[in-house]
């Protein structure tokens, strides 16, 4: 799974790079020790805009919500059978992005003992999750301040190389397959999701990790092997 990530402003040209018009979000200031429900950039595209970088609450709210409260946690996605999933199902067809990410973190228990690890690209590149997002409507707030954008990272049973990390990890997309999950002409379904599955299995084979000190505040010293 993915319960907490870091993304730091290297983003920021990779946002300028992806964005051919609609959001434009370019001052992310970075952030090492990211949660639910917190505002992340996210990429993605549609008809009318094309290409467009936007802010959104990590943790899917689904359109028939009548308030933020989650039933179940919803900043992760299970990618096997995703599309028999009422949550998950319409995202799927047509509202599909990539989260960016520097890397992400998952404790390893060992008897009583918990250590941290943090697990990324060995070359430094940053990472892009598979996800989806949703446009919710907040029925307590005026029109022009109702609409919210929320997202989610799918995951996927780990591959071996870091099993020993945790039994899931996120499905991490190759640069050349992120155009062909986020095209909005395109109807997203398992086929789809599996293909995604498939080609991010290289890329997490590559991953890399160190232990790290346990998550307290948010500055880089968080992603730094622990001596």
């Not at 999750?129 to 707030?141: E, H, I, N, R, T």
Request: charged share 25%; glycine share 6%; aromatic share 10%.
């Amino acid at each position: 799974m993915c319960g907490r990530f870091a993304l730091d402003d290297k983003v920021n040209a990779l946002i300028e790079e992806y964005v051919a018009a609609g959001g434009d979000y370019r001052q992310w200031a970075g952030s090492w020790n990211i949660k639910p429900t917190t505002q992340i950039p996210i990429l993605f595209e549609d008809e009318e805009h094309g290409h467009r970088a936007e802010l959104a609450r990590w943790s899917l709210v689904a359109p028939w919500a009548k308030d933020l409260s989650q039933k179940f946690p919803t900043f992760n996605a299970r990618s096997e059978n995703i599309t028999e999933k009422a949550t998950w199902k319409n995202p799927v067809k047509t509202k599909r992005a990539i989260v960016p990410a520097t890397g992400y973190f998952e404790w390893v228990t060992e008897g009583k003992t918990k250590t941290l690890n943090y697990i990324y690209d060995p070359a430094g590149e940053l990472l892009g999750f598979a996800g989806l997002y949703s446009w919710w409507k907040d029925p307590s707030k005026e029109e022009d301040e109702a609409w919210l954008l929320s997202t989610t990272i799918l995951t996927m049973a780990t591959v071996p190389e870091l099993a020993h990390l945790h039994d899931r990890n996120p499905v991490t997309l190759p640069r050349d397959f992120w155009d062909e999950w986020t095209a909005p002409t395109t109807v997203g379904d398992q086929t789809l999701v599996d293909a995604a599955v498939a080609a991010a299995i290289p890329i997490a084979s590559a991953l890399t990790s160190h232990q790290v000190t346990p998550l307290s505040g948010n500055s880089q010293r968080l992603i730094e092997r622990m001596s």
